[in-house]
């Protein structure tokens, strides 16, 4: 079977995270890497043939089937675009947009392009977040009433020093909202199966007065959000992304009228799940992913492999359960209800 061709967009998450999961990946290849300043010397050190500065360097400059954009989020719309001009497959990371109409943009343009594209939601493949999905497809928690998702992190505490940049800009689609809370609200709309009727909430800066190694600057961004989605027949999901705690933890509830399923633990990757009703707790035991033994590179290396396999059968034109784009879109309309975006 001939390897799907990939160029990585972004030195930063896209070198930690994508590339390990790719280059460990039977079904890519990465031929070529697009960052400003570090392209070249990582392609060194990582054995990627081709180096450009640019997504559109890098479409210009080799011959690619598939494109991953990891760039910062001010330049998602652009990389995607370009990507699609020429029917490239494209995985965007989260946040997928700046605003709602960069959204919509890509959302149409994908529609015209007719290839595989996706987002790269990758915490849906955490064995105990996939168990809570197959028990409410199953029906085991009807009827549904209350979706609970908190994520406690100490990264933004007064103290906490890290590196000023595009991330403390709001104008540049920094901040917590889209670095954490895209993936909780995209967690309740997959448990839900269905996109909210109705979204509020709220962004919060507790700490403006940010420091780095080079002194004082001011954060411009949320560094805790917060929102509430309302569903049909009853329910509704109560979400949380706070990194100015002291503690580090995780947890994600479906509560239904006769049952409850709960995951917990100090971080996403790391949770035990647990069956609640009227008589007994259980705890449930939950199959690893294919790709566990590679969580010693990046606890969501295997997360994205198997994120990763749902794009190759996308390409492929197979059946598959890669977020999409449209699921993007919605998840973005959220994101601008409680205040994100330029």
């Given at each position: 079977?001939?390897?799907?061709?990939?160029?990585?967009?972004?030195?930063?998450?896209?070198?930690?995270?994508h590339l390990p999961a790719l280059q460990a990946h039977p079904a890519f290849e990465v031929v070529a890497l697009a960052s400003p300043s570090t392209a070249a010397q990582i392609a060194r050190e990582r054995g990627i043939p081709h180096a450009f500065t640019s997504c559109q360097a890098m479409l210009a400059g080799?011959?690619?089937?598939?494109?991953?954009?990891?760039?910062?989020?001010?330049?998602?719309?652009?990389?995607?675009?370009?990507?699609?001009?020429?029917?490239?497959?494209?995985?965007?990371?989260?946040?997928?947009?700046?605003?709602?109409?960069?959204?919509?943009?890509?959302?149409?343009?994908?529609?015209?392009?007719?290839?595989?594209?996706?987002?790269?939601?990758?915490?849906?493949?955490?064995?105990?977040?996939?168990?809570?999905?197959?028990?409410?497809?199953?029906?085991?928690?009807?009827?549904?009433?209350?979706?609970?998702?908190?994520?406690?992190?100490?990264?933004?505490?007064?103290?906490?020093?890290?590196?000023?940049?595009?991330?403390?800009?709001?104008?540049?689609?920094?901040?917590?909202?889209?670095?954490?809370?895209?993936?909780?609200?995209?967690?309740?709309?997959?448990?839900?199966?269905?996109?909210?009727?109705?979204?509020?909430?709220?962004?919060?800066?507790?700490?403006?007065?940010?420091?780095?190694?080079?002194?004082?600057?001011?954060?411009?961004?949320?560094?805790?959000?917060?929102?509430?989605?309302?569903?049909?027949?009853?329910?509704?999901?109560?979400?949380?992304?706070?990194?100015?705690?002291?503690?580090?933890?995780?947890?994600?509830?479906?509560?239904?009228?006769?049952?409850?399923?709960?995951?917990?633990?100090?971080?996403?990757?790391?949770?035990?799940?647990?069956?609640?009703?009227?008589?007994?707790?259980?705890?449930?035991?939950?199959?690893?992913?294919?790709?566990?033994?590679?969580?010693?590179?990046?606890?969501?290396?295997?997360?994205?492999?198997?994120?990763?396999?749902?794009?190759?059968?996308?390409?492929d034109g197979k059946a598959n359960v890669l977020p999409t784009f449209e699921e993007g879109l919605v998840t973005q309309q959220a994101l601008q209800s409680i205040g994100y975006g330029t």
């Amino acid at each position: 079977m001939q390897k799907i061709r990939i160029g990585i967009v972004g030195a930063g998450f896209g070198v930690s995270t994508h590339l390990p999961a790719l280059q460990a990946h039977p079904a890519f290849e990465v031929v070529a890497l697009a960052s400003p300043s570090t392209a070249a010397q990582i392609a060194r050190e990582r054995g990627i043939p081709h180096a450009f500065t640019s997504c559109q360097a890098m479409l210009a400059g080799c011959d690619l089937d598939a494109v991953t954009v990891a760039s910062p989020p001010f330049t998602h719309r652009e990389d995607v675009l370009a990507s699609l001009a020429v029917y490239k497959h494209v995985l965007c990371e989260k946040p997928f947009a700046l605003d709602v109409a960069g959204a919509r943009n890509m959302v149409e343009a994908a529609a015209v392009a007719g290839t595989a594209c996706g987002l790269s939601h990758e915490f849906r493949f955490v064995p105990q977040l996939a168990a809570i999905k197959e028990l409410v497809v199953h029906r085991h928690l009807d009827p549904l009433r209350d979706v609970e998702i908190t994520l406690l992190r100490r990264m933004l505490r007064r103290a906490e020093q890290r590196a000023r940049g595009w991330w403390f800009s709001r104008e540049l689609g920094g901040g917590y909202a889209g670095a954490i809370l895209s993936h909780v609200i995209d967690l309740a709309d997959w448990l839900a199966a269905e996109s909210p009727q109705r979204s509020v909430g709220l962004l919060r800066t507790a700490n403006v007065e940010r420091h780095d190694h080079a002194g004082a600057f001011k954060s411009t961004v949320d560094d805790g959000a917060f929102g509430l989605l309302e569903y049909r027949e009853g329910l509704v999901a109560r979400l949380s992304a706070d990194a100015t705690t002291a503690v580090e933890s995780f947890t994600c509830a479906v509560h239904g009228e006769d049952r409850t399923a709960v995951a917990s633990g100090n971080t996403i990757t790391n949770l035990k799940l647990f069956s609640i009703d009227d008589d007994e707790t259980s705890e449930l035991e939950c199959k690893p992913s294919p790709y566990a033994r590679f969580a010693s590179v990046n606890a969501s290396v295997p997360l994205l492999m198997e994120l990763y396999d749902e794009f190759a059968k996308k390409i492929d034109g197979k059946a598959n359960v890669l977020p999409t784009f449209e699921e993007g879109l919605v998840t973005q309309q959220a994101l601008q209800s409680i205040g994100y975006g330029t």
